[in-house]
């Protein structure tokens, strides 16, 4: 079957099957599984070329693990290594001894008992969060534990992985030492740390100065991709590079555009990864022994939820959190099929456990959608029937205020609003402009604000204020209406240049519009009217009646604004009504 047949069919599979488990409120991941099932050698036989389509759609995780990267800075991962090497160690080795103990008791050898145990005792970082995505529940208190495990899990592959050779023989011919292969792994990544500091940032600003978006896309793929290979031409995991290269860009001011722009990539290969784990699910296994894979699976999934729900109460103090926790990552993970496919080369597992193992794993992702949307429909309302007080809900990280546009105007709202310790995301689309204000400390990101996805990576469902202070009228226009189309929720501040990009802006919709100049030309009047004699309260008087009288001249002249006769018309009317009150003031006063 040619790429393109094979494209028609999984889209066609994708649009057919996402949308109808979504609709039965089993989520997209059974959606892509059971897509993966139908089209696969055990459904349909549409596609039959299970493992390269596999091998392929792995990308679909390393862009995941690299947006979760972005998500994390140095310091905040710093400060989960006691989630991330204390429970995810405890997980680890907890399930990784029982599942062991299990394959002894049904005659394994010890060391294949080790391996299937270590192997099943990993989790699908995809699948879960994934779901937790789904749910807007990785912010949560099980949320948090769960990516914190996920990420030991994935770093402990590495040493499965080397264990390997020490347990068993393999049929290919060793090319180099270990402790060169070790030195090669250790050096690759430090260089992906020292580039990260001090190469990406700059190979970024210079690709941002051509303002083409196609290019920035293309060198964010490339930087994927490139640390991917990189990383796992020395024996190491993909998915850790890319979380590494994610991490080591947190902090830079690109990270919002970034993520803008892996995010449809990362979604379309996520899918892609969840339908060929359904195509690559043997039901010719299934038929012949379904009892005992059956037994199998709910076996896995009953010891890794229980040690995760034991590790859950002791962590999180809360039953509700644990079940969570025990529910979410009580699945097998797709880095299973790796180890247990090395495992029969290096002869320390046999081809027909190794199949029935990838079965195991593949039908326990399946269990993992199920079981937590009847949690979440059936079980979780128990723990929620008791009011909650205001603080039993972890306070949102999610700043209330998006800046977009630092220049003059944007500035000066940044500076009042740190003083005030009110948090803000700010938003520019200059590297030169982002460059200077960073050498005073600012943090601000890359990215053209009136792109959607860029907006959403900004978090601006979550914000409650929109200050629109963009230089250029037609992209502040342009941002506006993206605004007010997919969050509505937000009051916009708009700031206009002059008087026809108040209109403009006006007629959006938007109420809070200050003319750019207004209040600063205002105040130099009033200076100017003192030094010619007017006392203080005389100019500050002439300045509110000519504030008052031209913010209604501008409401009541909107409606005109593109009759030119119309508008001639009225401004002459206004400039004789507002010479008429100041006569009225001047006789006031002199009577």
Known sequence: MSLLHQALVFLAATVVAVPLFKRLGLGSVLGYLAAGMVIGPWGVGAVSDVESILHFAEFGVVLLLFLIGLELQPSRLWELRKTVFGLGGLQVVGSGALLAGVGILLGLKPTTALIAGMGLSLSSTAFALQLLAEKNELTSDHGRVAFGVLLFQDLAVIPLLALLPLLGTSDMPSTEPGWLSTLKAVGVLIGV??????????????????????????????????????????????????????????????????????????????????????????????????????????????????????????????????????????????????????????????????????????????????????????????????????????????????????????????????????????????????????????????????????????????????????????????????????????????????????????????????RETWSSSLEMAGELLEEMGLTYSESHKTIERFREHDEKLLQSVYPFHKDEKKLTEMAAKARQELESLFEKDAEQKAS
């Open 193 to 514: 740390v020292l580039a990260g500091r001090y190469v990406m940032r700059p190979v970024f600003k210079a690709v941002a100065s051509f303002h083409s978006q196609e290019l920035f896309t293309a060198t964010a793929l490339l930087l994927v991709v490139g640390t991917a290979a990189l990383v796992s031409a020395v024996g190491l995991s993909m998915a850790l590079g890319a979380f590494l290269a994610g991490v080591l860009l947190a902090e830079s001011e690109f990270r919002h555009e970034l993520e803008a722009d892996i995010e449809p990539f990362k979604g379309l290969l996520l899918g892609l990864f969840f339908i060929a784990v359904g195509m690559s699910v043997n039901i010719g296994l299934v038929r012949t022994s379904p009892l005992l894979v059956l037994a199998l699976v709910l076996a896995l999934v009953a010891i890794k939820a229980a040690v995760l729900f034991a590790i859950g109460k002791w962590s999180l103090r809360g039953t509700e959190s644990a079940l969570s926790l025990g529910i979410v990552i009580s699945q097998g993970g797709e880095f299973a099929f790796v180890l247990f496919g090395l495992a029969v080369q290096f002869h320390v597992m046999d081809k027909p456990l190794s199949e029935l193992l990838v079965v195991v794993v593949s039908l326990s992702m399946v269990t993992t959608p199920l079981l937590f949307t009847a949690y979440t429909r059936w079980g979780r309302p128990r723990f929620n029937k008791k009011a909650k007080r205001e603080f039993d809900v972890a306070p949102s990280e999610d700043n209330p205020v998006i800046i977009a546009g630092m220049g003059r105007v944007g500035q000066v709202i940044a500076r009042l609003l740190r003083a005030k310790r009110i948090g803000f995301t700010a938003l520019d689309s200059s590297p030169e402009n982002i460059d200077f204000l960073k050498r005073f400390g600012n943090m601000i990101y890359y990215g053209d604000a009136s792109r959607l996805d860029l907006l959403r990576a900004a978090r601006a469902e979550k914000a409650q204020f929109f200050v629109l202070a963009i230089d250029d009228v037609a992209a502040s226009v342009r941002t506006a209406e993206t605004v007010l189309q997919h969050f509505p929720h937000l009051t916009i501040f708009a700031r206009a240049r002059n008087r026809q990009h108040a209109y403009q802006l006006l007629n959006l919709g938007i109420k809070h519009v200050t």
